[in-house]
């Protein structure tokens, strides 16, 4: 300290050392963990906290302790927050690195700038989400949502910064990188076409093996599209309000002799495959009808083919405009279209069609891959 000050002068000690400027010099901010936790049917847990002014919610997580890792404090804050002691947190699925300055942090707060870690806290199963227990002066309720709703409930950078994570777990990618809320490295397919996953309740009916019965009029025919190396192309439609993934296929047309004819001609019209040997797995009751006009009880039917060729993209008849094209696993594709657990016993049905009928192989998840425009050879 200077000469003439003291330490009852309230006159902050003088930095002298090299290590002490170096110190000082250093960067500081603060650090945040939170996690992606989801229901089977893909839907993302947010929670609403009591001391916010506004009506935003927040993912499961919280402020990084002194001396703390931020998987550990991860861990901590969703035993806290959920009542959970048994949630797998595991790998870091987005890294957000938000300025000080940011329109984002609550005004009046003297931020310095914070690091956020977003993990993977896996899939939680009926038994746990009603063991959840909230701190009721913290929290006032929870809910698993879909992407496109937790993303308006959430405060836009976090919203950005969850859609990263999630689409980072779904898509098997590499941890995503954020500076501000945006991708500073590569932006990876999912993120790129804005896909969102958007629960299907129907899909908790269970998928019926035998013939469709005569009574039934077939409304729908979509297949699990296989390439040579066992993965399935999964298509979406880009909107306004992002993307939703579905299989080729859509509604049979009056034109259509047979289902499997209805399969061939969207395959074509949305994704530009040409299809070989269609198989028919099973199909799923609508008792409604409801989106074709309420015509009543109908079957969904499903099915697998082989691709032997994808062509360059081209304008959807329908729609006048392009499909995105995805290769996947079978198991990425379940999750991505929100069938829960009756879409993953799909997806196994189908791939052990594809090993017995053509000898393809199970691909393992991997990197979602967008088709290029171009189209693909295929050997």
Known sequence: MPPSASPS?????????????????RHTVWLGAAAIITDQAGRVLLVHPTYREDDRWLLPGGAVDAGEHPMDACRREIAEELGLHDVPVSRVLAVLSLSRHHR???????????????????????????????PRRELSTFAFMETREAAQRLVPVDAQTMLAAYRARLGNTATAHLADGR????????????????????????LHRGPVPGHLPVQQSWAWCFVPDGRVVVVADPGPN?????????????????????????????AQLTLTDPVRLGWVLDETGEVYGGVGPNARLRLAARVTAIGPAAADPATGHPFARLLTSPDQAAALLGWGP??????????????ERWGLPAARASAVEEIPAEGMRLN
Do not use: K, N
């Open 242 to 270: 992002g993307a939703l993934p579905m299989l080729p296929g859509g509604t049979v047309d009056s034109t259509d002799a047979t289902p499997e004819d209805t399969l061939h001609r969207e395959a074509v019209e949305e």
């Open 342 to 355: 009756p879409g993953v016993r799909q997806a196994q049905l189908a791939m052990e069609s594809a090993r």
């Open 183 to 206: 991708h500073i490295l590569d932006v990876p397919a999912l993120d790129r076409l804005d896909i969102h996953v958007r629960y299907r309740p129907l899909w908790d009916s269970p």
């Open 104 to 134: 984002d942090i609550t005004p009046g707060m003297p931020c310095p700038g914070e690091i956020r870690y977003l993990f993977d806290g896996g899939t939680l199963t009926p038994d746990q989400i009603q063991a959840i227990r909230l």
């Open 9 to 25: 002068d309230g006159v902050a000690p003088q930095v002298t050392t090299p290590l002490e400027r170096y110190a000082a010099s």
